[in-house]
């Protein structure tokens, strides 16, 4: 595949806990979270699309992806996926993935 491109990537790892996004008021900026404990199976770190990419559905399968293969014979729930402190539009994405703004997020510090 001698012209084949890069045109995403996701970076993703087995996790055990997360917790709820709180909705921001402005739709950016650092997320909080409710503090409360909540099961997670899969944490994505970095979800990336070239510009020209975007908006196409490429993250989304990407996400996917990620489900249906981070364990064999099991597909993730969505509600089991978390997200680390995404940008605006990794929130936007995380949001639309998930069907609510109160998707799961973790610190990879813990």
Known sequence: MPNAK?????????LSVAYRALPSADGGGVIRHDGNKQRAVCG????????DHRRRGVGLALLDAIRRNMA???EVPRNELAFCQPTARGRALAAAYVGKDAFLVYDDVE
């Open 6 to 14: 890069l045109i995403g990537c996701v970076v993703a790892h087995p």
């Open 44 to 51: 994505v770190s970095h979800v990336w699309v070239t510009a």
């Open 72 to 74: 064999t014979g099991f």
